[in-house]
């Protein structure tokens, strides 16, 4: 179809019952899956209804496969996606990964390397059924004034396929100064967030704690005067010393900050001493901080040598979202110098943080992770789930349970837009070539 049937109904359809809303529903399956019939019309959900013994007439029977809500990717690296080729990470390190970033960044992101990287990475995660994009942008002096016009082009461009948003990565330590100003008058501009990555050298801790602690403190005012919200790297480290969560919640209440404040990675939150693991989830969910981890590069990175990896490198998800505070799951790197994968698949990211953080036995409120809880992170109330008055912009599987949806890639998904099933192939990899060598 090309445009929207006048109405139109999905019928036996299993969606996630913590994803839907404006229907009662009685029985769900042992994974928390409802049966419904979805009544769509002029491009959105009309209605939702749980399934009887009647059919709707000339409706589509989805023969029990599963329905999601477009997916939401909260934390992406659009703008270094894709550069492997031409900058290795030698060790598969967070430093390695670091400097490699750094040397490519100097000497090959011009606009048009940035843009075409960009888009291919788009085209993947609208292809793959995303609806909703957070990029953080290395904003490393002279880079932002490079990157954020192509940002502000492409968000025009895709606009009506992928709502875009864009987070400054910039030094910390430049915050308390002119530069500092300056890139936050930038980033207000662009209608952007402002960002960073938090860390405390082992040397010196007590001055680079307090260094740390100016810096959030011009973050937090910065944002505050021009109406940002900010979202950090922070702690992504096995290192039980790299406990700077803390901080930033302890930054956030003695600003006074009342935007929203997103925390990616917090891997170190892991492995340190339960008496601080408590101190520090009490504070986030004072702080209402929101928590995004990255389950596929922080395995990945984490724990990395010569011997076989001992942890898991996640944050503690479930102790998170048991003190009410909001944990999302997302993407992060592709095919850079921190991960060596991905492809900006949501079902992929879910598929393995299911695997890596036990978000089984059961499923319950996970789903979510992948679209309810990034939608709000992003203040797109609109997205992340199924019911009445929503954008009929969907997924649709053959999978009938979890462990079908999960088995395998589903290859064979619908994705779904303004009620109406889209044609949107992968891109091929070929098309990047004229940026470095083609495979060795």
């Known amino acids: ?206 001055a680079a704690a307090r260094g740390l602690d100016q810096a959030l403190d011009a973050l937090f005012a910065l944002a505050g005067e021009h109406g940002l919200d900010v979202d950090l790297h922070v702690d992504e480290s096995g290192d039980p010393k790299a406990a700077t969560l803390g901080q930033v919640a302890r930054a956030v209440l003695r600003s006074g900050f009342r935007g929203q404040v997103v925390c990616g990675h917090c891997c170190s939150l892991a492995v340190q001493p339960a008496a601080q693991v408590e101190e520090v989830l009490g504070l986030c969910a004072a702080a209402r901080l929101r928590i995004v981890t990255l389950p596929m590069i922080n395995q990945y990175l984490q724990d990395r040598g010569a011997a076989t990896p001992r942890w898991r490198g996640v944050t503690l998800v479930h102790e998170l979202a048991a003190r009410g505070i909001p944990v999302a799951v997302a993407s992060d790197n592709c095919r850079d110098p921190f991960f060596a994968y991905g492809d900006l698949d949501m079902l992929e990211v879910f598929n393995q943080a299911v695997r890596i953080a036990h978000l089984d036995r059961p499923y319950g409120p996970w789903p979510a992770a992948a679209t309810r809880v990034p939608a709000q992170l992003m203040g797109l109330g609109h997205r992340g789930m199924i019911g009445p008055g929503r954008p009929a912009d969907l997924v649709v599987f053959r999978a009938r349970t979890m462990s079908e949806l999960l088995a395998r890639p589903q290859a064979d998904r619908q994705v779904w837009r303004a009620g109406v099933p889209v044609a949107a192939p992968l891109p091929d990899f070929r098309e990047l070539d004229t940026l470095y060598p083609g495979p060795a």
């Open 1 to 206: 179809m090309s445009s929207p049937p006048p109405r139109l109904w999905l019928a036996r359809a299993r969606v996630p019952a913590v994803l839907l809303e404006g229907v009662r529903v009685e029985r769900t399956t042992a994974d928390g899956l409802a049966t419904v019939d979805l009544e769509l019309e002029g491009g959105t959900v009309r209605g939702v209804r749980e399934s009887g013994e009647r059919i709707p007439e000339g409706a589509w029977d989805l023969d029990l496969g599963q329905v999601w809500p477009a997916f939401v990717d909260v934390h992406t690296h659009l703008d270094k996606g894709h550069i492997l080729p031409r900058a290795a990470n030698p060790d598969a390190t967070v430093p390695g990964a670091v400097r490699s970033v750094e040397a490519d960044r100097t000497r090959n992101w011009s606009a048009a390397d940035v843009r075409q990287r960009f888009e291919f990475g788009l085209r993947c995660a609208y292809a793959h059924g995303t609806a909703a994009l957070r990029t953080h942008l290395d904003c490393e002096p002279p880079q932002a004034p490079i990157t954020w016009p192509v940002f502000a082009a492409l968000r025009e461009a895709w606009r009506g396929r992928l709502d875009l948003q864009g987070v400054g990565k910039y030094p910390l330590h430049l915050y308390p100064t002119p530069a500092g100003a300056d890139f936050a008058r930038l980033v207000a501009e662009h209608r952007g967030i402002l960002g960073g990555v938090t860390r405390v050298p082992a040397a010196a801790p007590d």
